[in-house]
């Protein structure tokens, strides 16, 4: 047999009948193989892939050399600490992969794997490489990510042939001069190091395709980013870049480009060119963290104040991040970015927006979080495919009649404005699931809000399954599922009997927490003075009919809480996660 697969069959050794045979592929993954007995070598002469990822090997045969004819060697994810240095005489190995074991170094003749391609070692404790490492001229793919290397040796740059070099997650603060003098890179990746500069000159600035080199501490750039003609892709976040970081010429030679990462930087400027950068996709200068990671103090993002004229050439944008920079005026023109379906122009010090900003015909997520504006353009309302829409932390005191327009939209967040009351425009958004409405000064009660009404979604839920959260009144929705009212406030029961609004607070399954709140539920005896303080609705309701709540005021709460009946949705709702619920919340 020429080719035999014995994976995953619980073996503790390599069967004699194996070894016994002309065998040229052999797959020995996911056992529990510790050693290789002398004999392997002696009898598999033939064999030209081995595969025995996913074992217990701690080292290999000394006699790894009698197997001449491998041409792809793996050993991933395994505990090998030491290879032998017989293994540089497989003159025709090919591939080799090695990741995921306890490797501290590479054998010193690694260099004699004249024929090596392929050679992977990430995920192990490798601290330096042998001073001939760069005699592997037909390396064409190098990943050493995930170890532990402060150099690279000056050889290095003898490595020719290499296409595709990753030194992520390194301990690396410099490269080797003659870093530069690779000539055939396509993809590169130094991501994570302690990087402060790059070479001024590198020979691979003509085939470069992408660059990572997030979470570096390069403060500048050098001149042949200019030069990058191929470049599709640059990951820059997280650096110590500043002022106009890049040369003048960046957006006329880098036509290709089509993701830019600066994020997390202190970039104040960009070079006017750059809106020449016309095939340009996904641009991020704003925080390196995502919405749930960011810190509602201190900022990560850039330091933008304004963006050049030329910005708005970039056609070609779907997706925009300018989030935590400093940003006062956008272009009068911003709106001609029309293949945006992303923005994020949260936490920047904007008053107003552009009457052109309600043309973003392909817009759908829309963040404008933590700005200063005072209204919204009468074309805010051309926005029909907006989906989700954050104004929070505004002073916003009414939304323009066109909002009514917002046919999409699913999910508004008008938290902490300057609003008096519900805005008469939103109770014509048909589609609206969430609302938020928390940190306004409403003096509304509830028969002044609007009426809401579901069309259900789900299925239905099998009334024998276990933990069967849905198809009755849970004691933690009957205590929390409530308009928080001033004693004096309470309205008759009968103001709720006929309205749909009564069917979405009987129809909750959750509630919405959101910005930085604590869970009410956990803290049942904090009451707020408003009448109104939130909103949430999702149209997935079920279509079940709970038993009509009791409404509670801070007087009745108590005795709820004594009844011993709260069972915790939380823990049953993960239970049945891949279900999506209906929410309300008053908050």
Request: hydrophobic letters at 35%.
């Amino acid at each position: 047999m020429e080719e035999i697969c014995l994976k995953s069959q619980g073996l503790e050794d390599v069967p004699d009948s194996v070894m016994n045979s002309n065998c040229k592929n052999l797959n020995l993954d996911f056992n529990d193989i510790f050693t290789l007995p002398s004999t392997f070598c002696e009898n598999l002469t033939s064999l030209t892939i081995l595969s025995i990822n996913g074992n217990n090997l701690v080292t290999l045969p000394g006699n790894i050399c009698l197997l001449s004819e491998l041409h792809e060697l793996y050993l991933k994810e395994n505990y090998i600490a030491k290879l032998p240095e017989t293994l540089g005489e497989l003159k025709h190995l090919q591939e080799l992969n090695l990741i995921g074991n306890q490797l501290k170094q590479l054998p010193e003749n690694i260099h004699s794997l004249c024929q090596l391609v392929m050679l992977n070692v990430s995920e192990n404790i490798i601290e330096s490489l042998p001073n001939t490492f760069g005699n592997l001229e037909c390396l064409s793919y190098l990943n050493l990510s995930y170890n532990s290397i402060e150099y690279l040796p000056e050889s290095f740059g003898n490595l020719t042939n290499l296409k595709t070099l990753d030194l992520s997650s390194n301990s690396l603060m410099s490269l080797p001069d003659s870093f530069q003098n690779l000539p055939s890179l396509e993809i590169l990746n130094l991501n994570s190091n302690k990087i402060k500069t790059l070479p001024d000159t590198f020979l691979s600035s003509h085939t470069l395709q992408k660059l990572v080199m997030c979470q570096n501490h390069l403060s500048h750039i050098p001149p042949w980013f200019s030069e990058m003609e191929n470049i599709k892709e640059i990951y820059l976040s997280d650096n110590y870049l500043s002022k106009t970081p890049f040369p003048e010429e960046f957006g006329e030679k880098c036509h290709n480009l089509e993701l830019l990462d600066l994020s997390g930087n202190n970039i104040t400027g960009l070079p006017n060119s750059f809106g020449k950068l016309t095939n340009l996709s996904i641009l991020d200068l704003g925080s390196s963290f995502d919405e749930l990671g960011r810190n509602p103090i201190l900022s990560n993002g850039n330091e933008l104040v304004c963006l050049p004229n030329s910005f708005c050439n970039l056609k070609n944008l779907s997706k925009l991040e300018l989030d935590e920079n400093q940003i006062e005026v956008l272009p009068e023109e911003f709106g001609c970015l029309k293949n945006l379906t992303y923005l994020d122009l949260s936490k920047n010090n904007l008053k107003v927006l552009p009457e052109s900003f309600g043309h973003f015909e392909q817009l759908r997520v829309c963040l404008l979080s933590m700005n200063y504006l005072t209204c919204l353009p009468p074309s805010f309302g051309m926005l029909k495919v907006v989906e989700e829409l954050k104004l929070d932390s505004n002073l916003l005191e009414y939304l323009p009649e066109s909002f009514e327009n917002m046919v999409a939209l699913k999910s508004l967040d008008l938290y902490n404005n300057k609003l008096t009351k519900v805005p008469e425009v939103v109770k014509k958004l048909k589609s609206l699931k969430h609302l938020e409405l928390r940190g306004n000064d409403f003096g509304s009660s509830l028969e002044d809000l609007f009426n809401i009404s579901f069309k259900p979604s789900y299925q239905k839920r099998d009334p024998n399954a276990e933990d069967n959260w849905r198809g009755r009144i849970r004691s933690d929705i009957k205590l929390y599922a409530w308009v928080r009212l001033k004693k004096s406030d309470i309205p008759d029961r009968k103001c709720l009997e006929n309205d749909t609004f009564r069917e979405a607070l009987t129809g909750a399954a959750a509630l919405w927490r959101r910005h930085g709140e604590k869970d009410i539920r956990r803290n049942p005896k904090e009451f707020s003075d408003l009448a109104v303080n939130g909103i949430d609705f999702t149209a997935e309701n079920d279509d079940f009919n709970f038993e009509s709540p009791e409404i509670l005021t801070e007087a009745n709460v108590q005795d709820t809480l004594e009844t011993g009946e709260v069972e915790y949705w939380d823990d049953d709702a993960e239970s049945y996660s891949s279900s999506k619920f209906s929410k309300l919340s008053f908050m």
